[in-house]
Every structure is written in structure tokens, then in C-alpha cells.
């Protein structure tokens, strides 16, 4: 083959969401939009905040062209990374300034740099099960192998002797999503701090750096006060990926950082590998219009109770059904063990009634399906009767 045979293969089939989503846009067309009942990817229903559109609207006044829409630093304009390190130092009790962040084009951005920057070939990289389907591209892409973690499957948080087991003197880099993707669990403190232990236990039995990579898109989309442990607090050598597409509803406008916890050992180091893989890969100046945004817009967050009330409607009604569903406190995912075995073939089932979800064997765990419930609530109500009409053609099959 005259071409990357690896670009081609992922080319040429998309991930399991992005193809659900592109058939949910064909059905549409074919039958309306409102016939179509597309759970099938994360994208925000929720009008982004005010302040948002108003910033913008103000800044788009000024004729300074070059700040609105010319080339930043390669790592972000200073004021947009202080602003990202003054918030965190204000909200975590941290020490960060603007040379530990790194803006990006959102956490994919985030996520492919960091790997790049601190995998060497061969590195293995710990995921732990249910995880976003992207990694396994952006760990491979960086030379490393991907080791996955099984969770406890009573409540889906980590199975930490399950864990302990998969570290090894190969081992570089874990990654957590907190509240995760595609399960909407949010890791207890307990957990965190039992994970973060073993690492350094680990770290000091291979003599050796082992980097967490906190994944948080989802941070500020938590329920009834649910607290999200902030990693920097519980482990040094921990870089936290961010994006502000799930906390202002902008996952087009692509806009994110990295952040380097500055008290790890070679937090400089580490910064400028980052710097030099963010080259590597063409991730430099992340947007300039939405970096300016973000300085100024930098702690607000959007309005989470459409998500909790779509959270309630569709747990409350597929468990009364009989479904076996995983409560979610964060993010705006359902998982929902699957009617047979094989959850692809539940999908297909759903598919003719017009439901599009998504089989997570690809996301690490067999026999579940992720629900997005980030869509109008309308959608969710009307969606009903057809999930329960699945469920009886089951129980008359």
C-alpha cells in the first residue's frame, strides 16, 4: 500500500459512536429528525451560558484582529493560561502558573499530546474499563500498548487488585476519567486514594515515574453534590486533561488545556515535552477568539439540572421496565446492561425502532450500551414507549 495502512484503517471505518451518529443524521433525513431517537453521541443540548455569547459578542467589537483571530504562543496566550492556572489554584488549593498549562484544541488534543510527550515505544498505558473508545488510537498512535483494567461490575467503580496486578516495570502511564465515560460513575475518594497509592508504591518498587493522566471533560457535570477527588491533591506526578466542551457546551469551538502538576519531579521536563509533542503532532494555538473567552470565562459552568432531570426520567422509567441500569452521578451517559448477550446485536434490535445506542465492547466491558442523554427532554419522554416495547419483545422472544 503506497499510504499509511494504519491512517487507512482508521479512515476508512469510523469509531462505533461516530458511525451510529452518521446513520442517526441519514435516518433523519430519511424519516425527520423527531422520528429518530439518537442516543448515539455526547453532544450538548444545553444552551451554552450567557456569559459566554455576551463575551463573545463584546469582543468581537474590538479591532484588534490579531488578538481575535492571529497566532497565539504555541502553548496559549499567557493570559488565557493564567486564568486556567489562577482557577485551578483558586478552587483546588494548588500552586500552578501559566508555564504548567498548555492550551489545546479539546481534551482529544489534550489526551494525544500528553501520551506522545511521556510514552516511549513499547510503554504500556493502563485504561481502566469503561473507557472513552479514543484511547486505544491516541496510546497506540504515541508507540505504547494499551493494558485494560476490569472494573467491580456491582458498581462499576475500580477492581483495585485487578489493577495493582496489571502495573509492571513497563508501565509509564495510567489514565482515570472521572465522572467516566461511557458509565457516568464518579471514582470515590476511597478509590482515588487507594489507585494513587499503589502508584507510588509501584514507583518506588521500579524505581521509576508512573504519570496519571486525569481525563476530566466531565468534571463540572456532577449531581446532588457529588465531589470529584482533584488528582493534583492525591498524587505529584498526575497531568490533568481538560476540555471546556461538556462545562460550557462548546465541544465544536474545540478549546481545552493540559495542566502539569507542579510539584512533580520533572514538571519542567515534562512541560516541555508536552511543548514538543504539541509540535509533533500540529497541535499548536488552540483557537484565539475562544482562548480569549476562556480568560474571561474561565469559572463559569453550565446549568447541569436539564442533564439531571433527563437522568431521572430515563433511569427511573427503564428500571420500572426491568432494565438493569448503572446510576450515573456525573457526566450525561446511561449504561445499561443489554436484553441478550451480545450488545451489538441488542443495538440492531433497538435500531429498528428507531433507537440508536451505542454496544460498549469497544469501550472495554461486554453485554452494555451507553445511553447519551444530553439531548431535549421531549426526545427522552418520547423515546419511552419505544424502550419498553424492546423490553417486552424480549420477554415474548
Not at 422520528?35 to 463584546?58: A, W
Not at 497506540?140 to 472494573?151: I, L, W
Not at 502511564?173 to 489507585?195: A, D, F, H, L, Q
Not at 453485554?367 to 419483545?393: H, M, N, W
Amino acid at each position: 500500500m503506497e499510504i499509511n495502512e494504519n491512517a487507512y484503517r482508521l479512515g476508512s471505518k469510523r469509531s462505533v459512536i461516530r458511525e451510529i451518529f452518521e446513520y442517526g443524521k441519514k435516518r433523519s433525513a430519511e424519516i425527520g429528525v423527531e422520528n429518530v431517537f439518537d442516543f448515539s453521541i455526547g453532544n450538548p443540548s444545553v444552551q451554552p451560558p450567557k456569559e459566554i455569547s455576551d463575551t463573545i459578542k463584546e469582543l468581537l467589537k474590538t479591532e484588534d484582529s490579531v488578538l481575535l483571530h492571529g497566532y497565539t504562543s504555541a502553548q496559549g496566550d499567557f493570559g488565557a493560561r493564567k486564568a486556567v492556572s489562577d482557577s485551578i489554584n483558586n478552587r483546588f488549593g494548588l500552586s500552578l502558573t501559566a508555564d504548567n498549562i498548555y492550551m489545546t484544541c479539546g481534551a482529544a488534543a489534550s489526551l494525544a499530546i500528553s501520551l506522545k510527550a511521556m510514552l516511549n515505544p513499547g510503554e504500556e498505558c493502563v485504561v481502566f474499563a469503561p473507557f472513552f473508545t479514543e484511547y486505544r488510537v491516541f496510546i497506540e498512535n504515541a508507540g505504547g500498548k494499551v493494558v485494560v483494567s476490569k472494573p467491580n461490575e456491582s458498581d462499576f467503580q475500580i477492581d483495585l487488585n485487578d489493577f495493582k496486578a496489571k502495573i509492571n516495570d513497563n508501565t509509564r502511564v495510567v489514565i482515570i476519567n472521572s465522572p467516566n465515560n461511557p458509565s457516568g460513575v464518579v471514582y470515590t475518594e476511597n478509590t482515588i486514594k487507594r489507585v494513587c497509592e499503589i502508584l507510588k508504591e509501584k514507583e518506588k518498587e521500579y524505581g521509576k515515574t508512573i504519570y496519571l493522566i486525569a481525563d476530566e471533560p466531565y468534571r463540572e457535570l456532577v449531581y446532588d453534590g457529588v465531589n470529584v477527588p482533584y488528582l493534583m491533591n492525591y498524587y505529584d506526578d498526575t497531568v490533568v486533561c481538560y476540555s471546556f466542551s461538556k462545562s460550557l457546551s462548546l465541544p465544536g469551538e474545540r478549546i481545552g488545556y493540559i495542566a502539569v502538576n507542579s510539584t512533580m519531579n520533572n514538571a519542567q521536563e515534562v512541560y516541555l515535552a508536552i511543548c514538543g509533542a504539541g509540535r509533533l503532532l500540529g497541535y499548536i494555538c488552540a483557537p484565539s477568539l475562544f482562548q480569549q473567552v476562556i480568560k474571561r470565562c474561565v469559572d463559569v459552568k453550565v446549568n447541569v439540572e436539564p442533564y439531571k432531570k433527563n437522568r431521572d426520567i430515563l433511569y427511573n422509567a427503564l428500571t420500572e421496565y426491568g432494565y438493569e441500569c448503572v446510576k450515573p452521578d456525573g457526566a450525561f451517559y446511561l449504561f445499561v446492561k443489554a436484553l441478550e448477550k451480545d450488545a451489538v446485536k441488542f443495538c440492531e434490535k433497538a435500531r429498528c425502532k428507531d433507537i440508536l445506542v451505542v454496544p460498549c465492547d469497544d469501550f472495554g466491558v461486554d453485554g452494555y450500551v451507553r445511553i447519551a442523554y444530553c439531548v431535549p427532554t421531549d426526545k427522552i419522554e418520547r423515546s419511552l414507549p419505544r424502550f419498553k416495547e424492546l423490553f417486552e419483545q424480549y420477554c415474548l422472544s
